[in-house]
Protein backbone atom coordinates (compact mmCIF):
# COMPACT_ATOMS: atom_id res chain seq x y z
CA UNK A 1 0.00 0.00 0.00
CA UNK A 2 3.08 2.28 0.75
CA UNK A 3 5.43 2.10 -1.81
CA UNK A 4 8.84 4.34 -1.66
CA UNK A 5 8.50 6.50 -4.87
CA UNK A 6 11.45 6.20 -7.21
CA UNK A 7 14.31 8.55 -7.59
CA UNK A 8 14.24 10.60 -10.74
CA UNK A 9 16.89 10.20 -12.55
CA UNK A 10 18.00 13.18 -15.32
CA UNK A 11 17.10 12.16 -18.61
CA UNK A 12 19.52 13.89 -21.02
CA UNK A 13 22.92 12.89 -20.02
CA UNK A 14 25.87 14.96 -21.26
CA UNK A 15 28.55 11.93 -21.10
CA UNK A 16 28.67 8.96 -22.54
CA UNK A 17 25.99 5.95 -20.23
CA UNK A 18 28.46 3.64 -20.34
CA UNK A 19 30.73 6.19 -18.61
CA UNK A 20 28.72 5.71 -15.31
CA UNK A 21 28.47 1.83 -14.72
CA UNK A 22 29.89 1.06 -11.64
CA UNK A 23 32.46 -1.18 -12.98
CA UNK A 24 35.61 0.05 -11.87
CA UNK A 25 37.68 -3.04 -11.88
CA UNK A 26 37.54 -3.17 -16.03
CA UNK A 27 40.26 -5.20 -17.37
CA UNK A 28 39.67 -2.96 -20.52
CA UNK A 29 39.17 0.17 -18.24
CA UNK A 30 42.72 -0.20 -16.76
CA UNK A 31 44.17 -1.05 -19.73
CA UNK A 32 42.95 1.51 -21.58
CA UNK A 33 41.49 4.28 -19.48
CA UNK A 34 40.54 6.72 -22.34
CA UNK A 35 38.43 3.99 -24.40
CA UNK A 36 34.76 5.14 -23.83
CA UNK A 37 35.82 9.20 -24.51
CA UNK A 38 37.71 7.31 -27.97
CA UNK A 39 40.73 6.87 -27.41
CA UNK A 40 42.83 3.83 -27.68
CA UNK A 41 45.89 5.50 -25.43
CA UNK A 42 47.29 1.94 -23.70
CA UNK A 43 48.57 3.05 -19.91
CA UNK A 44 48.97 -0.66 -18.37
CA UNK A 45 49.16 -0.67 -14.46
CA UNK A 46 49.65 -4.27 -14.43
CA UNK A 47 52.25 -4.37 -11.55
CA UNK A 48 53.61 -2.22 -8.40
CA UNK A 49 56.40 -1.26 -10.86
CA UNK A 50 54.32 0.75 -13.69
CA UNK A 51 53.85 2.99 -10.10
CA UNK A 52 55.00 6.69 -11.53
CA UNK A 53 53.93 8.09 -8.16
CA UNK A 54 51.18 10.77 -7.20
CA UNK A 55 50.83 13.55 -9.83
CA UNK A 56 48.27 16.36 -9.40
CA UNK A 57 46.30 16.71 -12.58
CA UNK A 58 46.36 20.45 -12.98
CA UNK A 59 49.02 23.24 -11.64
CA UNK A 60 45.72 25.16 -9.89
CA UNK A 61 44.90 21.79 -8.21
CA UNK A 62 47.85 20.30 -6.30
CA UNK A 63 47.29 17.06 -4.14
CA UNK A 64 46.92 17.90 -1.00
CA UNK A 65 49.27 17.73 1.76
CA UNK A 66 48.52 14.86 4.09
CA UNK A 67 49.54 14.22 7.32
CA UNK A 68 52.32 11.55 7.88
CA UNK A 69 53.60 10.46 11.76
CA UNK A 70 56.99 11.92 10.90
CA UNK A 71 55.39 14.96 9.63
CA UNK A 72 52.69 15.46 13.13
CA UNK A 73 55.89 14.23 15.59
CA UNK A 74 57.93 16.99 14.76
CA UNK A 75 57.59 20.56 16.90
CA UNK A 76 59.03 23.63 15.63
CA UNK A 77 62.72 24.09 17.87
CA UNK A 78 62.64 27.23 19.66
CA UNK A 79 65.91 28.75 21.39
CA UNK A 80 66.32 27.36 24.60
CA UNK A 81 67.90 29.23 27.54
CA UNK A 82 70.95 27.19 27.13
CA UNK A 83 71.14 28.24 23.06
CA UNK A 84 70.65 31.86 24.27
CA UNK A 85 73.49 31.79 26.34
CA UNK A 86 75.94 30.00 24.23
CA UNK A 87 74.91 32.11 21.38
CA UNK A 88 73.77 35.50 21.97
CA UNK A 89 72.83 35.88 17.80
CA UNK A 90 69.96 33.81 18.09
CA UNK A 91 67.88 36.28 20.31
CA UNK A 92 67.38 38.85 17.77
CA UNK A 93 63.68 39.89 18.98
CA UNK A 94 61.87 40.21 22.51
CA UNK A 95 59.99 37.71 21.44
CA UNK A 96 62.54 35.06 21.80
CA UNK A 97 63.11 35.95 25.74
CA UNK A 98 60.93 33.78 26.96
CA UNK A 99 60.10 32.62 30.64
CA UNK A 100 61.42 29.99 32.06
CA UNK A 101 61.05 26.84 30.92
CA UNK A 102 59.05 25.79 34.41
CA UNK A 103 56.51 28.26 33.13
CA UNK A 104 53.92 25.62 30.74
CA UNK A 105 51.26 28.58 30.79
CA UNK A 106 48.49 29.85 33.42
CA UNK A 107 46.89 27.54 35.94
CA UNK A 108 44.34 25.71 34.37
CA UNK A 109 41.50 23.97 37.21
CA UNK A 110 39.29 25.81 39.77
CA UNK A 111 40.66 27.14 43.26
CA UNK A 112 38.16 25.66 45.08
CA UNK A 113 38.28 27.39 48.21
CA UNK A 114 38.78 24.66 51.03
CA UNK A 115 39.70 22.02 48.75
CA UNK A 116 42.99 24.01 46.49
CA UNK A 117 43.73 23.54 43.79
CA UNK A 118 41.40 21.20 41.30
CA UNK A 119 41.80 19.85 37.55
CA UNK A 120 38.57 20.34 35.66
CA UNK A 121 36.76 17.22 35.90
CA UNK A 122 37.34 16.62 39.26
CA UNK A 123 35.33 16.06 41.66
CA UNK A 124 32.80 18.64 42.81
CA UNK A 125 31.38 16.59 46.00
CA UNK A 126 32.06 19.21 48.38
CA UNK A 127 32.41 22.57 46.55
CA UNK A 128 29.33 24.29 47.68
CA UNK A 129 30.85 27.14 48.73
CA UNK A 130 32.76 27.47 45.96
CA UNK A 131 29.70 27.69 43.83
CA UNK A 132 27.94 29.82 45.66
CA UNK A 133 31.18 32.96 46.05
CA UNK A 134 31.54 32.20 42.02
CA UNK A 135 27.82 32.82 41.75
CA UNK A 136 28.23 35.81 44.00
CA UNK A 137 25.67 34.43 46.43
CA UNK A 138 23.24 36.60 48.51
CA UNK A 139 25.07 37.12 51.91
CA UNK A 140 23.37 36.60 54.35
CA UNK A 141 21.89 39.07 56.96
CA UNK A 142 23.70 38.93 59.76
CA UNK A 143 26.10 40.99 58.18
CA UNK A 144 23.70 44.68 58.44
CA UNK A 145 21.21 43.44 60.54
CA UNK A 146 21.24 45.85 63.77
CA UNK A 147 22.27 48.58 62.13
CA UNK A 148 20.45 50.99 59.46
CA UNK A 149 20.97 49.34 55.83
CA UNK A 150 23.46 51.38 53.82
CA UNK A 151 21.41 52.45 51.24
CA UNK A 152 19.22 54.61 53.60
CA UNK A 153 22.26 56.06 55.27
CA UNK A 154 22.44 58.91 52.71
CA UNK A 155 19.80 61.82 51.94
CA UNK A 156 18.04 61.03 48.53
CA UNK A 157 18.93 64.26 46.77
CA UNK A 158 16.37 63.80 43.63
CA UNK A 159 14.67 60.73 42.59
CA UNK A 160 17.62 59.43 40.02
CA UNK A 161 20.27 60.72 42.37
CA UNK A 162 22.59 64.50 41.77
CA UNK A 163 24.05 63.23 38.50
CA UNK A 164 21.38 61.33 36.80
CA UNK A 165 21.84 60.58 33.13
CA UNK A 166 18.28 59.68 30.94
CA UNK A 167 17.67 58.96 27.18
CA UNK A 168 17.04 63.50 26.14
CA UNK A 169 18.89 64.66 29.08
CA UNK A 170 20.60 67.69 27.78
CA UNK A 171 24.67 67.46 28.49
CA UNK A 172 26.52 69.43 26.23
CA UNK A 173 30.20 69.25 24.93
CA UNK A 174 31.76 72.08 26.15
CA UNK A 175 33.61 74.61 23.64
CA UNK A 176 35.58 77.61 25.11
CA UNK A 177 35.38 81.43 24.13
CA UNK A 178 39.03 81.20 23.84
CA UNK A 179 39.64 78.97 21.50
CA UNK A 180 36.53 80.53 19.25
CA UNK A 181 38.84 82.71 19.39
CA UNK A 182 41.60 81.30 18.41
CA UNK A 183 40.15 79.71 15.51
CA UNK A 184 38.96 82.90 14.08
CA UNK A 185 42.63 84.11 14.56
CA UNK A 186 44.61 81.53 13.34
CA UNK A 187 42.27 81.50 9.85
CA UNK A 188 40.49 78.49 10.51
CA UNK A 189 37.27 80.21 10.77
CA UNK A 190 35.82 83.15 8.61
CA UNK A 191 34.80 85.95 11.02
CA UNK A 192 32.53 87.78 8.27
CA UNK A 193 29.84 84.46 7.77
CA UNK A 194 27.72 82.74 10.44
CA UNK A 195 29.64 80.52 12.51
CA UNK A 196 27.81 76.74 13.07
CA UNK A 197 28.38 73.48 14.60
CA UNK A 198 29.01 72.90 10.82
CA UNK A 199 31.71 75.29 10.28
CA UNK A 200 33.93 74.53 13.37
CA UNK A 201 33.49 70.32 12.46
CA UNK A 202 34.71 71.20 9.17
CA UNK A 203 37.56 73.58 10.34
CA UNK A 204 39.01 70.60 12.45
CA UNK A 205 37.76 72.96 15.45
CA UNK A 206 36.25 70.31 17.32
CA UNK A 207 36.41 66.62 16.54
CA UNK A 208 33.87 64.45 15.45
CA UNK A 209 33.72 62.34 19.03
CA UNK A 210 32.72 65.92 20.80
CA UNK A 211 30.18 65.66 18.72
CA UNK A 212 27.13 64.09 20.90
CA UNK A 213 23.49 65.25 21.09
CA UNK A 214 22.72 67.69 21.93
CA UNK A 215 25.19 69.81 20.73
CA UNK A 216 27.97 72.11 22.12
CA UNK A 217 28.04 75.20 25.00
CA UNK A 218 29.66 78.05 24.58
CA UNK A 219 31.58 78.83 27.59
CA UNK A 220 33.23 82.66 28.52
CA UNK A 221 36.08 80.77 30.63
CA UNK A 222 38.85 83.09 31.26
CA UNK A 223 38.09 85.61 28.32
CA UNK A 224 36.88 89.29 29.00
CA UNK A 225 37.16 91.18 25.62
CA UNK A 226 36.06 89.70 22.01
CA UNK A 227 37.58 92.06 20.00
CA UNK A 228 35.64 91.70 16.69
CA UNK A 229 31.97 90.85 15.81
CA UNK A 230 30.94 87.57 15.41
CA UNK A 231 27.97 85.80 14.54
CA UNK A 232 27.55 82.19 16.40
CA UNK A 233 24.81 79.93 16.03
CA UNK A 234 25.17 76.98 18.59
CA UNK A 235 22.77 74.97 21.08
CA UNK A 236 23.82 76.65 24.16
CA UNK A 237 25.68 79.38 25.59
CA UNK A 238 26.70 80.83 29.25
CA UNK A 239 25.21 83.85 30.21
CA UNK A 240 28.68 86.07 29.92
CA UNK A 241 29.60 84.54 26.70
CA UNK A 242 26.25 85.75 25.18
CA UNK A 243 27.16 89.22 26.91
CA UNK A 244 30.74 89.27 25.65
CA UNK A 245 29.22 88.47 22.24
CA UNK A 246 26.88 91.32 22.32
CA UNK A 247 28.83 93.66 23.51
CA UNK A 248 31.51 93.45 20.89
CA UNK A 249 28.39 93.59 18.31
CA UNK A 250 27.55 90.27 17.30
CA UNK A 251 24.96 87.83 17.95
CA UNK A 252 24.61 84.42 19.51
CA UNK A 253 21.19 82.38 18.13
CA UNK A 254 20.66 79.82 20.25
CA UNK A 255 19.62 76.51 17.60
CA UNK A 256 18.61 73.89 19.95
CA UNK A 257 17.02 71.13 17.89
CA UNK A 258 16.31 67.85 17.91
CA UNK A 259 18.11 64.41 16.89
CA UNK A 260 17.17 64.76 13.11
CA UNK A 261 17.86 68.64 13.25
CA UNK A 262 21.12 68.05 13.95
CA UNK A 263 21.94 65.63 11.42
CA UNK A 264 20.65 67.82 9.01
CA UNK A 265 23.10 70.59 10.23
CA UNK A 266 25.99 68.53 10.23
CA UNK A 267 25.29 67.02 6.84
CA UNK A 268 23.30 69.59 4.39
CA UNK A 269 24.80 67.39 1.54
CA UNK A 270 22.26 65.02 1.87
CA UNK A 271 19.42 67.28 2.31
CA UNK A 272 19.33 69.40 -1.16
CA UNK A 273 15.88 70.66 -0.01
CA UNK A 274 14.03 71.59 3.33
CA UNK A 275 12.91 69.06 5.76
CA UNK A 276 10.20 68.45 8.06
CA UNK A 277 11.82 69.24 11.39
CA UNK A 278 9.91 68.45 14.52
CA UNK A 279 10.09 70.87 17.28
CA UNK A 280 12.89 70.01 19.99
CA UNK A 281 11.16 67.84 23.18
CA UNK A 282 9.33 69.56 25.45
CA UNK A 283 11.89 70.18 28.13
CA UNK A 284 14.45 71.89 25.47
CA UNK A 285 12.16 73.86 23.85
CA UNK A 286 11.13 75.55 27.54
CA UNK A 287 15.12 75.79 28.25
CA UNK A 288 16.59 76.22 25.15
CA UNK A 289 14.88 76.96 21.58
CA UNK A 290 12.08 79.76 23.10
CA UNK A 291 14.06 80.53 26.23
CA UNK A 292 14.79 84.77 25.53
CA UNK A 293 17.64 85.25 27.75
CA UNK A 294 19.63 81.85 25.97
CA UNK A 295 18.53 83.94 22.63
CA UNK A 296 16.85 81.11 21.13
CA UNK A 297 15.78 80.49 18.04
CA UNK A 298 12.06 80.18 18.62
CA UNK A 299 11.81 82.93 21.06
CA UNK A 300 10.00 85.58 18.73
CA UNK A 301 7.74 83.18 17.49
CA UNK A 302 6.75 81.79 20.87
CA UNK A 303 6.38 85.49 21.97
CA UNK A 304 3.90 86.57 18.66
CA UNK A 305 2.14 82.90 19.27
CA UNK A 306 0.94 84.22 23.02
CA UNK A 307 0.08 87.27 21.47
CA UNK A 308 -3.80 86.49 20.23
CA UNK A 309 -5.70 83.67 20.91
CA UNK A 310 -6.43 81.04 18.43
CA UNK A 311 -10.43 80.94 17.75
CA UNK A 312 -10.84 76.90 18.06
CA UNK A 313 -8.68 77.00 21.60
CA UNK A 314 -11.02 75.89 24.04
CA UNK A 315 -11.40 77.46 27.75
CA UNK A 316 -9.95 76.63 31.03
CA UNK A 317 -11.71 75.38 34.34
CA UNK A 318 -10.52 79.00 34.85
CA UNK A 319 -12.56 80.99 32.97
CA UNK A 320 -15.69 79.53 34.28
CA UNK A 321 -15.52 79.49 38.27
CA UNK A 322 -15.17 82.82 39.95
CA UNK A 323 -11.42 84.16 40.93
CA UNK A 324 -10.89 83.46 44.74
CA UNK A 325 -10.85 87.87 44.93
CA UNK A 326 -14.87 87.49 44.49
CA UNK A 327 -15.79 85.40 47.64
CA UNK A 328 -19.17 84.63 49.52
CA UNK A 329 -17.24 84.29 52.88
CA UNK A 330 -14.95 86.55 54.83
CA UNK A 331 -11.99 85.70 55.54
CA UNK A 332 -10.63 88.06 57.98
CA UNK A 333 -12.03 89.12 61.43
CA UNK A 334 -13.07 92.74 60.34
CA UNK A 335 -14.98 91.28 57.03
CA UNK A 336 -16.58 88.78 59.28
CA UNK A 337 -17.58 92.10 61.61
CA UNK A 338 -19.04 93.87 58.73
CA UNK A 339 -21.01 91.23 57.28
CA UNK A 340 -22.53 90.45 61.00
CA UNK A 341 -23.41 94.52 60.63
CA UNK A 342 -24.99 94.00 57.20
CA UNK A 343 -26.98 90.82 58.29
CA UNK A 344 -27.91 92.66 61.38
CA UNK A 345 -29.13 95.86 59.54
CA UNK A 346 -29.16 95.48 56.00
CA UNK A 347 -30.35 91.75 55.06
CA UNK A 348 -32.08 90.66 52.22
CA UNK A 349 -30.61 93.95 50.00
CA UNK A 350 -28.94 92.30 47.07
CA UNK A 351 -25.86 95.01 46.63
CA UNK A 352 -24.51 94.73 49.89
CA UNK A 353 -24.00 90.44 50.30
CA UNK A 354 -26.64 89.92 52.80
CA UNK A 355 -28.95 87.72 50.19
CA UNK A 356 -28.61 84.46 52.40
CA UNK A 357 -28.50 81.42 49.62
CA UNK A 358 -31.69 79.73 51.12
CA UNK A 359 -32.96 78.10 47.16
CA UNK A 360 -29.83 78.90 45.96
CA UNK A 361 -29.34 75.22 44.60
CA UNK A 362 -32.42 75.12 43.11
CA UNK A 363 -32.25 74.78 39.14
CA UNK A 364 -34.32 77.73 37.99
CA UNK A 365 -32.42 79.58 41.24
CA UNK A 366 -28.95 78.30 38.89
CA UNK A 367 -30.20 79.64 35.62
CA UNK A 368 -31.28 83.14 37.14
CA UNK A 369 -27.73 83.35 38.49
CA UNK A 370 -26.23 82.49 35.63
CA UNK A 371 -28.11 85.31 33.52
CA UNK A 372 -27.10 87.41 36.64
CA UNK A 373 -31.01 88.02 38.08
CA UNK A 374 -30.14 86.24 41.31
Known sequence: MFSIST???????FHPVRQTVPFHFNPVQSIFPLIYANSLLAKPRLSWKDYEGRKPFDADHPLPVLGTRLNELTTTHKWSHWDQYINPQVTQSWRDLTPS?????????????????????????????????????????WQER???PR?????????????????????????SLSKLL????SGRL???????????????????????????????????????????ELQNASAKAIQLLEEAGGTFTNVYMSHEGLYQELHPEEFPSFMEQELPERKGLESFATHPRKRGWLAQWYEDESRYA?????????????????????????????????????????????????????????????????
Do not use: C
Open 7 to 13: VQRRHRL
Open 101 to 141: PEYVGPRSGHNVIKMGWMKIGGSWKYSRSYNDARRGFAKGQ
Open 146 to 148: KMT
Open 151 to 175: FMLAPRVSAGGPRNRYEGKASFSRL
Open 182 to 185: WAVD
Open 190 to 232: NPNETITLYHLRHARVIADHEIVWPGMVLLAGGVERVPYPLHI
Open 310 to 374: HPDAGRRNAHYVRPPTDRDFPATIEEYELAKHHQKWHLGQPGSGTVLPWHSLYTADMARRSTGRL
